[in-house]
């Protein structure tokens, strides 16, 4: 009686080494997408954390939009920035 894995290799034939080589590459590429995943996850994270931080300008520019400010404090506090 042949074991599993002999009954398995026999069905084969010669060229049994091809399917190792094929489960090899499989889970090579497995692990090359989970890699890939989590490092496009890291960098959608590190996105949004720097587009979320708005710089000084932009909060200025928002302050004068809603009318916290007239035009001549936001021309001298703009000279003051740049």
């Known amino acids: 009686m042949y074991t599993y894995w002999e009954n398995c290799f026999w069905h084969m034939g010669n060229f049994w080494f091809l399917y190792v ?12 997408l989970i890699f890939f995943l989590i490092k496009k996850t ?13 710089s000084s300008i932009d909060i200025l520019k928002e302050r004068y939009a809603k009318w916290e400010i ?5 021309e001298q506090m703009k000279k003051d920035i740049i």
């Open 21 to 32: 080589i094929g489960y090899i590459l499989f889970f090579i590429f497995l692990v090359y």
């Open 42 to 54: 890291s960098e959608k994270e590190s996105e949004w954390k720097y587009n979320k931080e708005k």
């Open 70 to 74: 007239d035009k001549k404090e936001f």
